[in-house]
């Protein structure tokens, strides 16, 4: 069974990595392909901050718990 829980710990980490890397990727603000400062921009840069910060905890968190699953021991 130590395999099972290591195995979808390694799952889970790798889902909340992709997660992380969705969400920092999509942001305005984060993202490398945003253009000029136009008034479009800066709108959707103050209106998508607040879900890539929830989307980007979110994935840490999912991080966390895969590697817990990963390193733990079972009996």
């Given amino acids: ?4 829980t ?3 710990g390694l799952w889970l980490t ?3 990595l992709c997660g992380a890397a969705f969400f920092a ?3 305005p603000r984060l993202s490398i ?3 000029s400062a136009s008034p479009q921009v800066v709108d959707a840069m103050a209106h998508a901050s607040p879900g890539t910060w929830v989307g980007l905890v979110g994935s840490g968190v999912i ?3 895969g590697l817990w699953l990963t390193m733990r021991r079972t009996a």
């Avoid at 069974?1 to 099972?4: E, S, T, V, Y």
């Fill in 6 to 8: 290591r195995k979808s």
């Fill in 1 to 4: 069974m130590p395999r099972d």
């Fill in 25 to 27: 990727l999509t942001d």
């Fill in 33 to 35: 392909a945003t253009g």
């Fill in 14 to 16: 790798l889902a909340g």
């Fill in 63 to 65: 991080v966390l718990i």
